[in-house]
Nanobody, 126 residues
Framework: QVLLVESGGGLVQAGGSLRLSCLAS????????MGWFRQAPGKERELVAVISWRTGRTHYADAVKGRFTISRDNAKNTMYLQMNSLKPEDTAVYYC???????????????????WGQGTQVTVSS
C-alpha cells in the first residue's frame, strides 16, 4: 500500500555531510510514523531516527544525536535525513521505513515497520 524510495547515498569523507531523501507514494494518508534505519555488514538493522508523520516529534539513536537531523515535508510526501560530522562507523545501507499501525507514541522498533525502501548505500572514508 505504501511505496518508499530512498536517494542521496554515496561516498563521503569523514567529517563530511550528506542528505538522504525518502519519497513515499500510494496510501500515504495511512502513515503514522516514518523512520531511518541502517544495516552494516554482519550487523543487525538498527534505529537511526524516527519521526511522527502527524506531529513531527522525533527520536534519535544515541550514536547519531547531535549529528543527524530527521525531518519531513508532508506536502511533498518526503522524509529527509541530514547527516553531518559523518564517521566511518556510519557506513551502512540506510533504509527508509513507514509504520501504518501505531496509534500511540513514536515507534522505534524495526519489526513494527511494515513498509521499507530498497536502501541506499552510505560509505564514509577515513
Amino acid at each position: 500500500q505504501v511505496l518508499l524510495v530512498e536517494s542521496g547515498g554515496g561516498l563521503v569523507q569523514a567529517g563530511g555531510s550528506l542528505r538522504l531523501s525518502c519519497l513515499a507514494s500510494g496510501r500515504t494518508f495511512s502513515i503514522y510514523d516514518m523512520g531511518w534505519f541502517r544495516q552494516a555488514p554482519g550487523k543487525e538493522r538498527e534505529l537511526v531516527a524516527v519521526i511522527s508523520w502527524r506531529t513531527g516529534r522525533t527520536h534519535y539513536a544515541d550514536a547519531v544525536k547531535g549529528r543527524f537531523t530527521i525531518s519531513r515535508d508532508n506536502a511533498k510526501n518526503t522524509m529527509y535525513l541530514q547527516m553531518n560530522s559523518l564517521k566511518p562507523e556510519d557506513t551502512a545501507v540506510y533504509y527508509c521505513a513507514a509504520d501504518t499501525t501505531n496509534r500511540s507514541g513514536l515507534e522505534i522498533r524495526p519489526s513494527a515497520y511494515g513498509y521499507w525502501g530498497q536502501g541506499t548505500q552510505v560509505t564514509v572514508s577515513s
